[in-house]
């Protein structure tokens, strides 16, 4: 993202970053960005990249997002995000922290399966 950043130079987005940085989630060793856009929409994203040709328990790609402030499934049209950042942060802790396997995946870490 720095290298995006100094390419773009002055037209690069104004963002505030809320947390940006490497980030474990069950196992997978990701890298997260947490910013906040000038309008106020929250814009949340982890991804993991494994190998090609990954297991399920090790897949090949991982992404999630996460978005405020949407209406009518646009990105940044609701007025407001009904959440401060703080709020923001907490319910993104809480969904990265649910991805897991329902059940026992073969060579899955056992803090990745929600159902022991």
Same mark, same amino acid.
Request: charged share 30%; aromatic share 6%.
């Given at each position: 993202?720095?290298?995006?950043?100094?390419?773009?130079?002055?037209?690069?987005?104004?963002?505030?970053?809320?947390?940006?940085?490497?980030?474990?989630?069950?196992?997978?060793?990701?890298?997260?960005? *947490?910013?906040? /856009?000038?309008?106020?929409?929250?814009? +949340?994203?982890?991804?993991?990249? !494994?190998?090609?040709?990954?297991? &399920? $328990?090790?897949?090949?790609?991982?992404?999630?997002t996460m978005h405020t402030k949407v209406m009518a499934d646009r990105i940044g049209a609701?007025?407001?995000?009904?959440?401060?950042?703080?709020?923001?942060?907490? *319910?993104?802790? /809480?969904?990265?922290?649910?991805?897991? +396997?329902?059940?026992?995946?073969? !060579?899955?870490?056992?803090?990745? &399966? $929600?159902?022991?």
């Amino acid at each position: 993202m720095a290298d995006r950043k100094r390419e773009a130079g002055s037209r690069y987005p104004k963002l505030t970053t809320l947390r940006e940085g490497r980030k474990n989630v069950h196992g997978w060793n990701g890298e997260e960005s *947490l910013v906040r /856009r000038a309008d106020g929409t929250h814009d +949340f994203e982890w991804m993991f990249i !494994g190998e090609n040709g990954g297991s &399920v $328990a090790r897949p090949g790609n991982l992404d999630v997002t996460m978005h405020t402030k949407v209406m009518a499934d646009r990105i940044g049209a609701a007025p407001a995000s009904s959440l401060s950042d703080e709020e923001a942060i907490a *319910l993104w802790d /809480r969904l990265l922290d649910g991805l897991k +396997f329902r059940v026992a995946v073969p !060579g899955a870490p056992a803090e990745a &399966v $929600a159902i022991q």
